[in-house]
């Protein structure tokens, strides 16, 4: 199934139209802008849809690899958690011996 084509040379000469007639100088010619956009609403409300379809996929491929690297993180990562305990725990023990020293190091002879 197959709507109607457009060749592009017609495409490109009718963009370039609109274009030449919205700039005049440095001002935009928002009337020009408006009358392409309704003109073109069925082609507007076409390539919406399909970039929201791209875009919904994408955001849900997104979705799901952060859920994934979660859920491996979390259920699998125990041993990554166990080690940041045991480091946290450490240096608070290595700082509280340090503090306690008062400077005094025992050096080997």
Do not use: H
């Not at 017609?10 to 009337?31: C, G, H, I, N, T």
């Not at 849809?49 to 859920?67: C, D, I, P, R, Y």
Request: contains cysteine; negative net charge; charged residues 15%.
């Amino acid at each position: 199934m197959s709507g109607p084509t457009v060749t592009d040379g017609a495409l490109s000469s009718s963009f370039e139209d609109v274009l030449m007639r919205a700039v005049e100088v440095e001002e935009w010619k928002w009337d020009s802008i408006y009358s392409y956009c309704r003109d073109n609403m069925g082609t507007l409300v076409s390539v919406a849809e399909q970039s929201w379809a791209v875009l919904k996929g994408n955001l849900g491929l997104l979705a799901t690899v952060a859920a994934e690297a979660a859920k491996l993180l979390l259920l699998s990562g125990s041993g990554v958690v166990n080690f940041a305990l045991s480091t946290v725990v450490y240096l608070t023990a290595l700082f509280y011996l340090l503090a306690a020293s008062d400077g005094k190091v025992k050096t080997p002879n």
